[in-house]
T-cell receptor
Framework: DADVTQTPRNRITKTGKRIMLECSQT?????MYWYRQDPGLGLRLIYY???????NKGEISDGYSVSRQAQAKFSLSLESAIPNQTALYFC??????????????FGPGTRLTVT | AQSVTQLDSQVPVFEEAPVELRCNYS??????LFWYVQYPNQGLQLLLK??????LVKGINGFEAEFNKSQTSFHLRKPSVHISDTAEYFC?????????????FGKGTKLSVIP
């Protein structure tokens, strides 16, 4: 089984709808991240969480909110979806104790289309 | 704050030819450097990283990269590419402080290997 899973993998929604993307991990990592990927723009950080009670805005948080329900779960919500939020969304995790690596581990992505 | 510039958005190369994907970074502090690869319809996977020590870093699948502090570069190379190397490659940078968390990604380079 994959260490970092994302649901759904694909979603089409209409403008104005609220939508939630979910991320779960079995790696035991304390840090979790949400990124969006747009063609030609690379990955940009939306929110990150160092633990359940520590949530922080990233580079492009407007229009998004998050919830860290447990150490293993981190959800991203679009309160009122708009077409320019159409993108590929990635969840990632890392272990703050792993000072030798600093590696982030990525989920498979959720492709979101807002019509 | 850090920034990353990937100088080529697309690189076509014939099978078994060598390839270099270029990455330059900007930072006011010491950095860690990473290359991630994204195969079609998949998440990102770490290819290699530079944290300290030898400036020549070897990664998976025969890739290597050289950290050049004076030129603020971290170019990725492979002496002979395969069809299976067709993917998008992302260079990323983070600070080295104990509180560093954020990966700043370049916009990506699409490598197309031509049979």
């Amino acid at each position: 089984d994959a260490d970092v899973t994302q649901t759904p993998r694909n979603r089409i929604t209409k403008t104005g709808k609220r939508i939630m993307l979910e991320c779960s991990q079995t790696k035991g990592h304390d840090r979790m991240y949400w990124y969006r990927q747009d063609p030609g723009l690379g990955l940009r950080l939306i929110y990150y969480s160092f633990d359940v009670k520590d949530i922080n805005k990233g580079e492009i948080s407007d229009g998004y909110s998050v919830s860290r329900q447990a150490q293993a779960k981190f959800s991203l919500s679009l309160e009122s979806a708009i077409p320019n939020q159409t993108a590929l969304y990635f969840c990632a995790t890392s272990d703050s104790r792993d000072r030798a690596s600093y590696e982030q581990y990525f989920g498979p992505g959720t492709r979101l289309t807002v019509t | 704050a850090q920034s990353v510039t990937q100088l080529d958005s697309q690189v076509p190369v014939f099978e078994e030819a060598p390839v270099e994907l270029r990455c330059n970074y900007s930072s006011s502090v010491s950095v860690y450097l990473f290359w991630y690869v994204q195969y079609p319809n998949q998440g990102l996977q770490l290819l290699l990283k530079y944290l300290s020590g030898s400036t020549l870093v070897k990664g998976i699948n025969g890739f290597e990269a050289e950290f050049n502090k004076s030129q603020t570069s971290f170019h990725l190379r492979k002496p002979s590419v395969h069809i299976s190397d067709t993917a998008e490659y992302f260079c990323a940078v983070s600070g080295t402080g104990a509180g560093s968390y954020q990966l700043t990604f370049g916009k990506g380079t699409k490598l197309s290997v031509i049979p």
